[in-house]
Protein backbone atom coordinates (compact mmCIF):
# COMPACT_ATOMS: atom_id res chain seq x y z
CA UNK A 1 0.00 0.00 0.00
CA UNK A 2 1.31 3.43 -1.06
CA UNK A 3 0.52 6.73 0.94
CA UNK A 4 1.08 10.23 0.83
CA UNK A 5 -0.50 13.41 2.83
CA UNK A 6 -1.59 16.18 1.45
CA UNK A 7 -2.37 20.17 2.36
CA UNK A 8 -4.21 23.44 0.97
CA UNK A 9 -5.65 25.81 1.76
CA UNK A 10 -9.23 27.24 0.30
CA UNK A 11 -9.89 31.17 1.69
CA UNK A 12 -10.76 29.93 5.41
CA UNK A 13 -10.67 26.34 4.65
CA UNK A 14 -8.05 24.68 5.29
CA UNK A 15 -7.70 20.50 4.10
CA UNK A 16 -5.93 18.06 5.62
CA UNK A 17 -6.24 14.51 3.78
CA UNK A 18 -4.06 10.95 3.82
CA UNK A 19 -4.15 8.75 0.74
CA UNK A 20 -3.82 5.30 0.56
CA UNK A 21 -3.89 3.30 -2.56
CA UNK A 22 -4.68 -0.42 -1.55
CA UNK A 23 -4.49 -3.46 -3.79
CA UNK A 24 -6.19 -7.28 -3.72
CA UNK A 25 -4.43 -8.57 -0.21
CA UNK A 26 -4.61 -5.77 1.62
CA UNK A 27 -8.48 -4.51 1.95
CA UNK A 28 -9.87 -6.40 4.93
CA UNK A 29 -9.31 -5.43 8.24
CA UNK A 30 -10.66 -5.17 11.57
CA UNK A 31 -13.61 -3.06 13.13
CA UNK A 32 -12.95 0.50 13.60
CA UNK A 33 -13.66 3.82 13.51
CA UNK A 34 -11.85 7.60 12.68
CA UNK A 35 -11.97 10.69 14.56
CA UNK A 36 -11.92 12.46 10.90
CA UNK A 37 -14.18 11.97 7.70
CA UNK A 38 -12.85 8.67 5.66
CA UNK A 39 -13.65 8.50 2.06
CA UNK A 40 -13.35 4.74 0.15
CA UNK A 41 -12.91 5.18 -4.08
CA UNK A 42 -13.39 1.70 -5.89
CA UNK A 43 -10.73 1.73 -8.11
CA UNK A 44 -11.07 -1.51 -9.80
CA UNK A 45 -13.65 -4.73 -8.87
CA UNK A 46 -15.97 -4.32 -6.15
CA UNK A 47 -15.65 -5.00 -2.24
CA UNK A 48 -17.58 -5.33 1.19
CA UNK A 49 -17.94 -3.18 3.80
CA UNK A 50 -20.05 -3.78 7.09
CA UNK A 51 -20.74 0.09 8.40
CA UNK A 52 -22.79 -0.14 12.04
CA UNK A 53 -23.54 -3.68 11.33
CA UNK A 54 -24.83 -3.45 7.80
CA UNK A 55 -23.13 -4.60 4.62
CA UNK A 56 -23.09 -2.12 2.02
CA UNK A 57 -21.68 -3.44 -1.75
CA UNK A 58 -19.34 -1.12 -3.18
CA UNK A 59 -18.63 -1.15 -7.30
CA UNK A 60 -15.99 0.22 -9.39
CA UNK A 61 -16.39 4.07 -9.43
CA UNK A 62 -18.25 4.35 -6.52
CA UNK A 63 -17.47 6.83 -3.74
CA UNK A 64 -18.40 5.79 -0.03
CA UNK A 65 -18.31 8.84 2.61
CA UNK A 66 -18.18 7.58 6.40
CA UNK A 67 -18.55 9.88 8.88
CA UNK A 68 -16.60 10.39 12.12
CA UNK A 69 -16.79 7.82 14.75
CA UNK A 70 -18.85 5.80 12.60
CA UNK A 71 -17.51 1.79 12.73
CA UNK A 72 -16.93 -0.16 9.93
CA UNK A 73 -14.99 -2.48 8.47
CA UNK A 74 -13.63 -4.29 4.63
CA UNK A 75 -15.21 -7.79 4.73
CA UNK A 76 -14.53 -9.24 1.62
CA UNK A 77 -13.34 -8.17 -1.95
CA UNK A 78 -13.15 -9.38 -5.44
CA UNK A 79 -9.77 -10.92 -7.11
CA UNK A 80 -9.05 -7.75 -8.89
CA UNK A 81 -10.02 -5.64 -5.87
CA UNK A 82 -8.30 -2.11 -5.68
CA UNK A 83 -9.45 1.39 -4.11
CA UNK A 84 -8.05 4.53 -2.78
CA UNK A 85 -8.42 4.95 1.07
CA UNK A 86 -8.79 9.04 2.00
CA UNK A 87 -8.84 10.23 5.61
CA UNK A 88 -10.50 13.40 5.60
CA UNK A 89 -10.45 16.04 7.92
CA UNK A 90 -11.85 19.77 7.75
CA UNK A 91 -10.03 23.10 9.66
CA UNK A 92 -10.73 26.90 9.78
CA UNK A 93 -7.93 29.32 9.26
CA UNK A 94 -7.60 32.85 9.93
CA UNK A 95 -8.10 34.13 6.21
CA UNK A 96 -11.35 35.84 5.76
CA UNK A 97 -13.82 33.78 3.44
CA UNK A 98 -16.79 31.52 4.09
CA UNK A 99 -15.27 28.50 2.38
CA UNK A 100 -15.01 26.53 5.92
CA UNK A 101 -18.66 27.29 6.79
CA UNK A 102 -19.88 25.83 3.27
CA UNK A 103 -17.79 22.65 3.57
CA UNK A 104 -18.14 21.94 7.09
CA UNK A 105 -21.92 21.97 6.02
CA UNK A 106 -22.15 19.78 3.52
CA UNK A 107 -20.24 17.10 5.09
CA UNK A 108 -21.95 17.59 8.50
CA UNK A 109 -25.27 16.25 5.92
CA UNK A 110 -23.52 12.73 5.69
CA UNK A 111 -26.04 11.12 8.03
CA UNK A 112 -24.01 7.71 8.99
CA UNK A 113 -22.27 7.37 5.39
CA UNK A 114 -23.53 7.74 1.99
CA UNK A 115 -22.86 5.79 -1.06
CA UNK A 116 -22.27 7.72 -4.86
CA UNK A 117 -21.30 6.76 -8.31
CA UNK A 118 -18.69 9.30 -9.07
CA UNK A 119 -15.95 9.28 -11.56
CA UNK A 120 -13.01 10.74 -10.12
CA UNK A 121 -9.66 10.19 -12.97
CA UNK A 122 -7.84 12.18 -10.47
CA UNK A 123 -7.41 9.35 -7.91
CA UNK A 124 -5.99 7.64 -10.65
CA UNK A 125 -3.75 9.59 -11.68
CA UNK A 126 -2.40 9.86 -8.06
CA UNK A 127 -2.20 6.16 -8.01
CA UNK A 128 0.03 6.37 -11.18
CA UNK A 129 2.31 8.91 -9.35
CA UNK A 130 2.63 6.76 -6.13
CA UNK A 131 3.76 3.21 -8.13
CA UNK A 132 6.03 4.71 -10.07
CA UNK A 133 7.82 6.79 -7.35
CA UNK A 134 10.19 5.82 -4.37
CA UNK A 135 9.18 7.22 -1.25
CA UNK A 136 9.10 9.65 -0.31
CA UNK A 137 7.78 11.73 -3.07
CA UNK A 138 9.99 14.16 -4.58
CA UNK A 139 9.09 18.12 -4.32
CA UNK A 140 7.42 17.77 -7.94
CA UNK A 141 5.64 14.67 -7.24
CA UNK A 142 3.82 15.71 -4.14
CA UNK A 143 2.93 19.03 -6.00
CA UNK A 144 1.25 16.76 -8.86
CA UNK A 145 -0.43 14.64 -6.17
CA UNK A 146 -2.00 17.65 -4.51
CA UNK A 147 -3.10 19.25 -7.36
CA UNK A 148 -5.04 16.21 -8.73
CA UNK A 149 -6.31 15.77 -5.04
CA UNK A 150 -7.84 19.80 -4.92
CA UNK A 151 -9.53 18.69 -8.18
CA UNK A 152 -10.90 15.87 -6.53
CA UNK A 153 -12.15 17.16 -3.58
CA UNK A 154 -14.05 20.49 -5.52
CA UNK A 155 -15.67 16.92 -7.40
CA UNK A 156 -16.44 15.24 -4.10
CA UNK A 157 -17.91 18.42 -2.79
CA UNK A 158 -20.42 18.80 -5.73
CA UNK A 159 -21.35 15.66 -5.90
CA UNK A 160 -22.29 15.51 -2.14
CA UNK A 161 -24.37 18.38 -2.38
CA UNK A 162 -25.96 16.83 -5.34
CA UNK A 163 -26.82 14.24 -3.44
CA UNK A 164 -27.87 15.49 0.15
CA UNK A 165 -30.03 18.06 -1.89
CA UNK A 166 -32.08 15.36 -3.66
CA UNK A 167 -32.66 13.28 -0.24
CA UNK A 168 -33.69 16.63 1.04
CA UNK A 169 -36.08 16.65 -1.88
CA UNK A 170 -37.51 13.11 -1.68
CA UNK A 171 -37.62 13.96 2.21
CA UNK A 172 -39.98 17.03 1.35
CA UNK A 173 -41.96 14.98 -1.70
CA UNK A 174 -42.40 12.36 1.41
CA UNK A 175 -43.65 14.75 3.51
CA UNK A 176 -45.78 16.45 1.86
CA UNK A 177 -47.46 12.99 0.52
CA UNK A 178 -47.90 12.11 4.17
CA UNK A 179 -49.25 15.44 5.18
CA UNK A 180 -52.36 14.93 1.77
CA UNK A 181 -53.13 11.80 3.05
CA UNK A 182 -53.36 12.59 6.57
CA UNK A 183 -55.46 15.74 5.66
CA UNK A 184 -57.54 14.03 3.29
CA UNK A 185 -58.16 11.03 6.09
CA UNK A 186 -59.32 13.82 8.67
CA UNK A 187 -61.93 15.70 5.69
CA UNK A 188 -63.02 12.19 5.03
CA UNK A 189 -63.66 11.32 8.69
CA UNK A 190 -65.61 14.66 9.45
CA UNK A 191 -67.50 13.61 6.34
CA UNK A 192 -68.34 10.30 7.33
CA UNK A 193 -69.14 11.55 11.36
CA UNK A 194 -71.21 14.53 10.36
CA UNK A 195 -72.73 13.54 6.98
CA UNK A 196 -76.53 13.66 8.31
CA UNK A 197 -76.04 17.41 9.74
CA UNK A 198 -76.21 20.55 8.73
CA UNK A 199 -72.25 20.95 7.88
CA UNK A 200 -70.26 24.03 6.00
CA UNK A 201 -66.93 24.45 4.88
CA UNK A 202 -66.72 26.73 7.64
CA UNK A 203 -67.44 23.65 10.46
CA UNK A 204 -64.82 21.61 8.96
CA UNK A 205 -61.97 24.66 8.97
CA UNK A 206 -62.95 24.98 12.36
CA UNK A 207 -62.09 21.00 13.53
CA UNK A 208 -59.12 21.44 11.33
CA UNK A 209 -57.87 24.59 13.05
CA UNK A 210 -57.34 26.22 9.44
CA UNK A 211 -59.55 28.82 8.10
CA UNK A 212 -61.99 28.52 5.06
CA UNK A 213 -59.95 29.57 2.72
CA UNK A 214 -56.95 27.90 3.33
CA UNK A 215 -59.14 24.68 3.68
CA UNK A 216 -60.58 25.08 0.35
CA UNK A 217 -57.14 25.71 -1.42
CA UNK A 218 -55.74 22.28 0.48
CA UNK A 219 -58.76 20.36 -0.40
CA UNK A 220 -58.42 21.62 -3.93
CA UNK A 221 -54.64 21.06 -4.06
CA UNK A 222 -54.55 17.70 -2.24
CA UNK A 223 -57.82 16.04 -3.36
CA UNK A 224 -58.53 17.65 -6.31
CA UNK A 225 -62.60 18.37 -5.28
CA UNK A 226 -64.23 20.17 -2.96
CA UNK A 227 -65.86 20.09 0.20
CA UNK A 228 -69.51 20.58 -1.29
CA UNK A 229 -68.45 17.86 -3.83
CA UNK A 230 -67.61 15.08 -1.90
CA UNK A 231 -70.11 15.23 0.85
CA UNK A 232 -72.38 15.52 -1.43
CA UNK A 233 -70.92 12.29 -3.35
CA UNK A 234 -70.77 10.75 -0.23
CA UNK A 235 -74.58 11.53 1.05
CA UNK A 236 -75.77 10.23 -2.49
CA UNK A 237 -73.91 6.96 -1.96
CA UNK A 238 -75.60 6.38 1.83
CA UNK A 239 -78.72 7.21 -0.18
CA UNK A 240 -78.49 4.43 -2.17
CA UNK A 241 -77.63 1.96 0.01
CA UNK A 242 -80.56 3.04 1.67
CA UNK A 243 -82.60 2.61 -0.71
CA UNK A 244 -81.65 -0.66 -1.67
CA UNK A 245 -81.16 -1.82 1.67
CA UNK A 246 -84.18 0.00 3.43
CA UNK A 247 -87.67 -0.48 1.19
CA UNK A 248 -89.72 0.42 3.70
CA UNK A 249 -88.42 4.20 3.77
CA UNK A 250 -89.83 6.76 1.61
CA UNK A 251 -87.50 8.52 -0.40
CA UNK A 252 -88.09 11.69 1.68
CA UNK A 253 -87.13 10.52 4.73
CA UNK A 254 -84.34 8.86 3.07
CA UNK A 255 -83.32 12.80 1.68
CA UNK A 256 -83.79 13.97 5.17
CA UNK A 257 -81.58 11.38 6.98
CA UNK A 258 -79.01 11.92 4.61
CA UNK A 259 -78.66 15.25 5.74
CA UNK A 260 -81.11 17.11 3.27
CA UNK A 261 -83.48 19.00 5.20
CA UNK A 262 -85.30 20.40 1.14
CA UNK A 263 -86.64 17.18 -0.25
CA UNK A 264 -85.86 19.10 -4.19
CA UNK A 265 -82.37 19.44 -2.78
CA UNK A 266 -82.11 16.00 -2.07
CA UNK A 267 -83.66 15.01 -5.81
CA UNK A 268 -81.45 17.48 -7.38
CA UNK A 269 -78.10 16.07 -5.94
CA UNK A 270 -79.48 12.67 -6.31
CA UNK A 271 -79.70 12.85 -10.07
CA UNK A 272 -76.32 14.98 -10.42
CA UNK A 273 -74.01 11.68 -8.75
CA UNK A 274 -76.34 8.93 -9.68
CA UNK A 275 -77.51 10.24 -13.39
CA UNK A 276 -81.07 8.85 -12.39
CA UNK A 277 -83.76 10.15 -10.13
CA UNK A 278 -84.24 8.44 -6.83
CA UNK A 279 -87.66 6.94 -7.52
CA UNK A 280 -86.03 5.56 -11.22
CA UNK A 281 -83.02 4.10 -9.42
CA UNK A 282 -85.57 2.43 -6.51
CA UNK A 283 -87.32 0.80 -9.62
CA UNK A 284 -84.43 -0.10 -11.71
CA UNK A 285 -83.41 -1.99 -7.84
CA UNK A 286 -86.33 -3.29 -7.97
Not at 7 to 32: C, M, W, Y
Not at 103 to 115: A, L, M
Request: hydrophobic letters at 35%; a negative charge.
Amino acid sequence: MRSCNVKFHIEDLTVKASLHNSRRGEQAGPLHFHPAYELQYVNEGDFLMDIEKKQIQLTEGTLLVIAPRIFHQSVGYAENAERFSIDLSLERNKTPGGTFSEYQRIFQSVNGHVQIPLELPELREIKSVLSRSQAPLRADEHQVVQAYFTAAFFKIGEALTACLQSEEEEAVQEGTRGYAHKFGGAVIDFIVGHYDQDITVAALADSLGFSVRQTERIIKKNMASTFSRLLNEYRIQIAKRMILNEWERSLEEIGYAVGYHDYHCFLKQFKRYASVTPSAYRREIH
